[in-house]
């Protein structure tokens, strides 16, 4: 897959970075670096207008950040873990629907199927769970490994990072999830169409859409099927989707947790 990053002169050395986790990780990614002169909208926009069809990574203020057009208008979309913080710090099962419906204790082990921006996963592993973060798509595994690399040079981050792996993956293959440890909750978050959504989707969730395909009925059924496999005994599955979107593989939850957005299934 080929991706084009742009920055400035200043910026080759975290190209460099990204480049060493690209072939670290085996992503198997095709990065070039174009050098511009200033990185502003209009030459990320000029930029984009004259390569089109490859996806693109802007280099801006020293963080990796995806690009997306919509209607003339430039999308710009980055991890940024360290907004999350006050978050993180504050997370429990009173002000965070995701830990009422998965219900972690400490120590617990939670396999993340489908991290995406890994959000959900550092609210699942502030509860002290270690959690494994598997993702299918190369730039954004990309982007994951570059930011726990990055949040990891501060200190208040470390303890929970050191709770977290992160995995280039396909969930649905079978012999890759042999590879990993049997958890006591897999936890799982795949993308949905956009009519599941009662309002517009966030310009986070429209740069995920364009890099993510919508699973098909039959991968549903594996997404439950690799789940369980990869369980302990008693353990559970937790599936978030859109308030009125239907089950995953239209299989009843034996319980859901639900606001007036989103739903948490549990099987």
């Not at 174009?34 to 390569?51: A, Q």
């Not at 489908?114 to 609210?123: E, M, N, W, Y």
């Not at 936890?187 to 395909?213: I, R, W």
């Amino acid at each position: 897959m080929n991706i084009n990053i742009i920055g400035t002169e200043q910026d080759k050395n975290l190209f460099n970075q990204l480049q060493f986790i690209n072939k670290t990780h085996i992503l198997s990614l095709n990065l070039s670096f174009f050098v511009l002169p200033k990185l502003n909208d209009k030459s990320i926009s000029s930029f984009v207008n004259d390569n089109i069809k490859t996806p693109l990574i802007a280099l801006i203020k020293n963080t990796p950040t995806l690009i997306k057009i919509d209607n003339n208008a430039i999308i710009k979309s980055s991890l940024n873990w360290q907004a999350l913080t006050g978050r993180i710090v504050t997370a429990g099962r009173k002000s965070e629907l995701i830990l009422q419906a998965c219900k972690l204790t400490p120590n617990m082990s939670v396999i993340d199927g489908t991290a995406g921006f890994g959000q959900d996963g550092l609210i699942l592993a502030s509860t002290g769970a270690n959690v494994i973060m598997i993702e299918h798509n190369p730039i954004i595994a990309m982007l994951l490994l570059y930011e726990h690399q990055m949040m990891n040079t501060n200190p208040n981050w470390q303890k929970l990072l050191s709770r977290i792996m992160i995995y280039h993956g396909n969930f649905l293959d079978a012999d890759f999830m042999a590879t990993l440890p049997k958890v006591d909750m897999a936890y799982l978050d795949p993308m949905f169409p956009y009519d599941s959504y009662s309002a517009k989707v966030g310009k986070t969730m429209q740069v995920l859409h364009e890099l993510a395909n919508t699973p098909s009925d039959d991968d549903e059924k594996l997404f439950l099927n690799i789940a369980d496999a990869q369980l302990k005994n008693n353990g559970k599955i937790i599936v978030k989707r859109p308030l009125s979107a239907p089950h995953l593989a239209n299989k009843t939850p034996m319980q859901s947790v639900a606001n007036d957005a989103i739903r948490f299934d549990r099987y």
